[in-house]
C-alpha cells in the first residue's frame, strides 16, 4: 500500500447495479476517482454518467469494461450477484494482483435469501481469495448495507463490519467506509466474514417480517476512542 498517489482510483465491478452505485456516486462525492466496471463498456460509460449528473458534474467518474477498469484501479471492488461472482472474478484475476480486492458479495441463493447459505469455502469473500490466489489482499465489507439510501446523502443506520487478509487490507477498507459517511469497525479475519455476511440474509428476514427494505446493525457498547 506504500506510494499510492494521493488520490486512489477505486473501479467498482458491476458498479452499473443498485449496490455498486450506490458506493461509487458517495466515493466520487468524496474526491476519489471512481471507475465503473461493467461487461459492457457502453453500458458503464451511461452509469457513469448518470452518477455525474447528480454530482452535478463535480468529480471523477469514468465507465469502462470490468478489465480495464481492474488495471487501472489501485482498490477493486467487487459488487455482483453471487451468480456471476466466480466468472467475474476469473474475468480480472491477472490485473488484480498486488491490488487490494474488496468484496461486497453476498452468497444468496436465490429463492430462499432469507436463509443462510454458506459456500463451501466459507463465505463468498473466502471463495474469492481461493479463485484469485496468492497476490491480492481481500477484505470483506458493505455487506449489510442496503443499496436503498446509498444514491442519498444523508446517514445510513446500519455499520459496517471489515473482515480481510491482514490489519492493512482492513485500515484501508476502512478508510472507504469512512468516505462513504458510514461508521466501520475492523472485525477480524477473513475468516470472519462468514458471520458478516450471514447476517444478510437475517436483515432480509427481518426486512419480510417487519415490513422494511433497510434493516441494518450497529455496534454498541465501544467507542471509537477506546
Ligand atoms: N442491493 C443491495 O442492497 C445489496 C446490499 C448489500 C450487498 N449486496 C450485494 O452486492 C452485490 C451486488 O448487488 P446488486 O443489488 O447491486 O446487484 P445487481 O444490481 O443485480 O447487479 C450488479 C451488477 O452485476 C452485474 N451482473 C448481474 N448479473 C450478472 C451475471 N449473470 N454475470 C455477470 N455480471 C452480472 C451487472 O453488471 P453489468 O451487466 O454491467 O456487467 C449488474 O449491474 C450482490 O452480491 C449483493 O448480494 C447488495
Known amino acids: ?47 457513469a454518467s448518470e452518477i455525474l449528473e447528480l454530482l452535478e458534474a463535480a468529480g471523477s467518474v469514468v465507465g469502462m469494461d470490468n478489465l480495464e ?24 484475476k491477472d490485473a488484480l494482483k498486488g491490488k487490494l480486492l474488496i468484496d461486497v458479495t453476498v452468497p444468496l441463493v436465490p429463492p430462499k435469501v432469507s436463509k443462510v447459505q454458506m459456500p463451501l469455502a466459507g463465505s463468498a469473500a473466502q471463495e474469492a481469495r481461493e ?55 475492523d472485525a477480524g479475519p477473513i475468516e470472519n466474514s462468514v458471520v458478516v455476511e450471514g447476517l444478510t440474509s437475517v436483515l432480509i428476514n427481518i426486512n419480510k417480517q417487519y415490513g422494511s427494505t433497510h434493516s441494518g446493525i450497529r455496534i454498541t457498547g465501544v467507542s471509537k476512542n477506546s
Open 1 to 47: 500500500m506504500d506510494n499510492k498517489p494521493l488520490i486512489l482510483t477505486i473501479a467498482v465491478l458491476g458498479g452499473t447495479g443498485k449496490e455498486g452505485k450506490g458506493l461509487a456516486y458517495r466515493w466520487a462525492k468524496a474526491g476519489y476517482r471512481v471507475l465503473i466496471g461493467s461487461r459492457s463498456s457502453e453500458k458503464a460509460v451511461i452509469a
Open 69 to 92: 477498469a481492474t488495471t487501472q484501479a489501485d482498490i477493486v471492488v467487487l459488487t455482483v450477484p453471487y451468480s456471476a461472482h466466480r466468472a467475474t472474478l476469473e474475468s480480472v
Open 131 to 185: 479463485i484469485i490466489g496468492e497476490g491480492v489482499e481481500v477484505v470483506a465489507a458493505f455487506q449489510n448495507i442496503s443499496h436503498e439510501h446509498l444514491l442519498e446523502d444523508g446517514d445510513v443506520e446500519c455499520d459496517v463490519l471489515v473482515t480481510g487478509t491482514s490489519k492493512d487490507a482492513r485500515h484501508e477498507a476502512l478508510k472507504l467506509v469512512e468516505a462513504a459517511g458510514l461508521v466501520g469497525w
